[in-house]
């Protein structure tokens, strides 16, 4: 059997690779790492993490929570390396990126059936390929797609990533240990801010020097990826309906509800960095040193990165793609991970998985899983393809996109969702894969 050309070692390529190759499928993984790299990648390793160190909810009352579920009993190798290189986050799935990466990268280098080969492909290539070269492929690729599907439609749009800081330079005077509601253990550093200083730093913030980012307009942000200073223009209150929002945390000195909470998560498993939860931006880096250090408990922090903006490609692909990801015009080539419009890290290797699955089964002569719309999995790469969605935007996985429960639930939202995900596991399991 020739072996299937995987473009890109993110998550999704590393997914798909592996899906294939643990079915008997060789693959040839092209990553053009470390002899070309991004202005937002710093590590050679596969599946690096660009932005946050967090997966997000881990509970299967939350969608994503749901897509974990799925993937691991779909023995999903990011998720497994995530898994085990977990960091305290509370009820989310946060990692240790640098080990994360680390373990992708030698379980798929380790794989009898997995080649690598380095350097950047500008073309694609002949035979089975599947294009995983994520939200940040090359203007060589890139152009190289367009040439090929010019009705793919490429969008572009704006992704940001938030600062780090070391945790001795925290001045915990001003910050204490909890979690939100105190749900799980104390995993994140609490900030408080009184009303005045939030006022004195939200004015700051919304009025800072940005980076300059060519082509860049707030209305091509992606909503779930909104810069702070950006949110900072909307208005007094919307950080604090955001990600400074106080709700579930009570200030130890006090024993009240502070006015606005900036939350810091662990990014590494020491402990000893930690990330600005929602802090994503563009801001200069001077100006992230000086308005960012308003906020009591970092007076005196230690940047150990500041928050860049990226630019990411993503296609129409409603009407372009098929539920497994393939291009309808040419079925020898299929899309993975963010560049067909899936929004997150999880999104982005649950696309990896089912086009590692669908396309073994297909060259192996069996029948499609075909992941039915009950299942997180099948939701999202339906929704994808549906020729009906006419304002595509990128999407992370929710319970909106999936079937409704067909009857009122006594308990609320919570329940109703129970209900929806374990509905999504019972027909997941239904399936031979």
């Not at 662990?266 to 802090?279: I, P, R, T």
């Not at 296609?315 to 079925?331: A, I, M, N, Q, T």
């Not at 099948?378 to 393809?385: D, E, H, P, Q, T």
Request: hydrophobic share 40%; proline share 6%; aromatic share 8%.
């Amino acid at each position: 059997m020739e072996p299937v050309t995987v473009i890109g070692a993110g998550l999704a390529g590393c997914e798909c690779a592996w899906q294939l190759a643990k079915r008997g499928v060789p693959v040839c993984l092209r990553e053009m790492k470390p002899q070309k790299s991004t202005p937002a990648h710093h590590s050679p390793d596969f599946a690096e993490l660009v932005c946050s160190n967090s997966l997000r909810s881990d509970q299967i009352e939350n969608a994503v929570g749901l897509l974990k579920e799925e993937l691991r009993r779909l023995d999903s190798l990011i998720i497994s390396c995530a898994d085990e290189h977990k960091v305290e986050a509370g009820g989310a799935l946060a990692v240790d990126r640098g080990a994360f990466s680390a373990a992708v990268t030698e379980r798929i280098r380790s794989h009898p059936l997995i080649t690598v080969e380095e350097g950047e492909v500008t073309g694609i290539p002949e035979g089975e390929v599947v294009i995983a070269a994520g939200p940040l492929a090359s203007d060589a690729l890139a152009g190289a797609i367009a040439a090929a599907f010019p009705g793919s439609g490429a969008l572009n749009f704006f992704d940001a990533a938030a600062p780090l800081v070391s945790f001795e330079s925290i001045d915990m005077d001003y910050a204490w240990f909890a979690s939100r509601y105190d749900k799980g253990t104390a995993d994140y550093i609490n900030c408080a801010l009184s009303q005045e200083e939030y006022l004195t730093f939200w004015q700051a913030l919304r009025t800072a020097q940005e980076a300059e980012v060519h082509g860049f307009e707030d209305k091509n942000v992606f909503e779930g990826c909104m810069p702070v200073e950006v949110m900072a223009r909307r208005g007094e209150d919307t950080l604090r309906y955001g990600p400074l929002k106080p709700k579930g945390l009570k200030d130890p000195k006090t024993g009240r509800e502070p006015y606005a909470v900036v939350q810091l998560r662990k990014d590494n498993a020491q402990g000893s960095v930690y990330n600005l939860v929602g802090f994503q931006t563009h801001l200069k880096w001077p100006e992230q040193k000086r308005v960012f250090s308003m906020i009591p408990a970092l007076r005196q922090a230690e940047f150990l990165r500041y928050g860049v903006m990226h630019r990411n490609t993503y296609l129409r692909s409603p009407g372009f793609l098929d539920r497994y990801y393939r291009v309808k015009e040419c079925p020898r080539v299929s899309f993975a991970g963010q560049i067909t419009g899936v929004e997150g890290y999880v999104e982005s290797a649950a696309s990896g998985c089912l086009v590692g699955i669908e396309l073994a089964r297909r060259l192996l002569g069996q029948a499609p899983a075909d992941f039915p719309p009950e299942t997180a999995i099948g939701a999202l790469a339906l929704y994808v393809s549906n020729e009906s969605v006419t304002d595509f935007q990128p999407m992370n996985i929710n319970f909106g996109i999936m079937p409704p429960w067909p009857e009122r639930v006594r308990g609320g939202k919570r329940e109703k969702n129970t209900l929806i995900a374990n509905r999504a596991l019972e027909a997941l399991e239904s399936r031979d894969v």
